[in-house]
């Protein structure tokens, strides 16, 4: 089985100027560390960030992956900065629930994380999008359960994986430029 799912991210920056949202993005280290819940981030050197996120249930699956996240700066055929992420690798913390007598590793679990992220086109905020694939092999038992009830189990991990990591970018976007805009001294008067 396999599934996945990919979020646009629109995010207005009040009182930014666009000069200063692309120095920002040339800061690879400044956006990484805005994109994700600082309790749930490890920064593993050479732009590699391990990702942890919340423990999900697929049917009789209990996950507690963590991403391994390779992130950088580079420039689009204007000269822009672009942020980008891809994974480098992954642990999928697997827990088969009681009863049910599968090894994890027999699972075959992968993770694929992959996003970009720059000026918006109003030169006002940050656009991008971010994406995921995961997939695997079921246990016995669940290869027999009827299609549409696993649709529905990965359509609800689409879902909250999702929700979850557009929250936490747009937050953490939002904060952590604010901070540079202040640093830079260019923050408008309200």
Do not use: C, H
């Amino acid at each position: 089985i396999e599934f996945g799912y990919t979020a646009t991210l629109q995010t207005s920056l009040e009182n930014a100027k666009s000069e200063t949202i692309l120095s920002w993005l040339e800061d690879e280290t400044l956006v990484a560390t805005s994109i994700w819940d600082k309790e749930l981030m490890k920064d593993l050197g050479k732009k590699v960030y391990r990702l942890q996120l919340m423990t999900l249930q697929f049917v009789t699956i209990q996950l507690a992956p963590s991403v391994d996240v390779l992130m950088w700066t580079e420039r689009d055929a204007a000269g822009k900065p672009v942020f980008k992420l891809e994974s480098v690798g992954y642990d999928p913390n697997v827990q088969i629930l009681p009863g049910i007598g599968v090894d994890a590793k027999t699972l075959g679990i992968k993770i694929e994380v992959m996003g970009e992220l720059r000026l918006s086109d109003d030169g006002k905020g940050l656009s991008g999008e971010i994406g995921f694939v995961s997939g695997g092999s079921l246990p016995p038992p669940m290869r027999l359960m009827p299609k549409p009830a696993i649709q529905a189990a990965t359509g609800v991990i689409n879902k909250t994986v999702s929700d979850f990591a557009v929250r936490s970018f747009q937050k953490g976007a939002k904060e952590n430029f604010r901070k540079f805009q202040r640093a830079q001294g260019q923050e408008s008067a309200v």
